[in-house]
T-cell receptor, first 115, second 111 residues
Framework: KAGVTQTPRYLIKTRGQQVTLSCSPI?????VSWYQQTPGQGLQFLFE???????NKGNFPGRFSGRQFSNSRSEMNVSTLELGDSALYLC??????????????FGEGSRLTVL | GNSVTQMEGPVTLSEEAFLTINCTYT??????LFWYVQYPGEGLQLLLK?????DKGSNKGFEATYRKETTSFHLEKGSVQVSDSAVYFC??????????FGSGTQLTVLP
């Protein structure tokens, strides 16, 4: 069974630009969560989607947004990039719904550098 | 919301030494508890979990026991290997379907 796939793995942007990151969950998983990982703040929850609906959102500004498609694939977008947005963005999938065990399956992440 | 206090790193041990990484949490109710591990250059992966009080999670020689009285979930391994070098994260499962991760503990095992 293929794991969680994130693209791109690495990218470099400049301040003010926007970026879109993609995540393909494990087949059959309907929940996708996004986390930001930085040396200073550690792992912080961004948002979680289930069946194309955002169920939870972390404490991030509106520049951070996401969506989920009918095939459970998810994208997150960051607009008007700031230097502080440089981070590893991790996507995690899980079964979701009543079958959810609480275990998250993570991708390898997309490393964003903002110059 | 939930919060986690995890032992500060980095931790450096010699091979075959005993490992303990402390984790205490605050949470509403009795959440499931998880330890995740992140190897260099990789995403996180589940190491072990416990879903109710006094449960012991175990995997790859690692163990952790869900202690409701002390709200703790300390990670232990009797004999670490070089291949255990990684960052370890403690995380209670939130009622809002999100994990609150500890700050992570960097473990380096020397041969």
């Amino acid at each position: 069974k293929a794991g969680v796939t994130q693209t791109p793995r690495y990218l470099i942007k400049t301040r003010g630009q926007q970026v879109t990151l993609s995540c393909s969950p494990i087949s059959g998983h309907r929940s996708v969560s996004w986390y930001q990982q930085t040396p200073g703040q550690g792992l912080q929850f961004l948002f979680e989607y289930f069946s194309e609906t955002q169920r939870n959102k972390g404490n991030f500004p509106g520049r951070f947004s996401g969506r989920q498609f009918s095939n459970s694939r998810s994208e997150m977008n960051v607009s008007t990039l700031e230097l502080g947005d440089s981070a590893l963005y991790l996507c995690a999938s899980s079964l979701g719904g009543t079958a959810n065990t609480g275990e998250l399956f993570f991708g390898e992440g997309s490393r964003l550098t903002v110059l | 919301g939930n919060s986690v206090t995890q032992m500060e790193g980095p931790v450096t041990l010699s091979e075959e030494a005993f490992l303990t990484i402390n984790c205490t949490y605050t949470a509403t109710g009795y959440p499931s508890l998880f330890w995740y591990v992140q190897y260099p250059g990789e995403g996180l992966q589940l190491l072990l979990k416990a879903t109710k009080a006094d449960d012991k999670g175990s995997n790859k020689g690692f163990e952790a026991t869900y202690r409701k009285e002390t709200t703790s979930f300390h990670l232990e391994k009797g004999s670490v290997q070089v291949s255990d070098s990684a960052v370890y994260f403690c995380a209670p499962d939130g009622s809002a379907r999100q994990l609150t991760f500890g700050s992570g503990t960097q473990l380096t095992v020397l041969p």
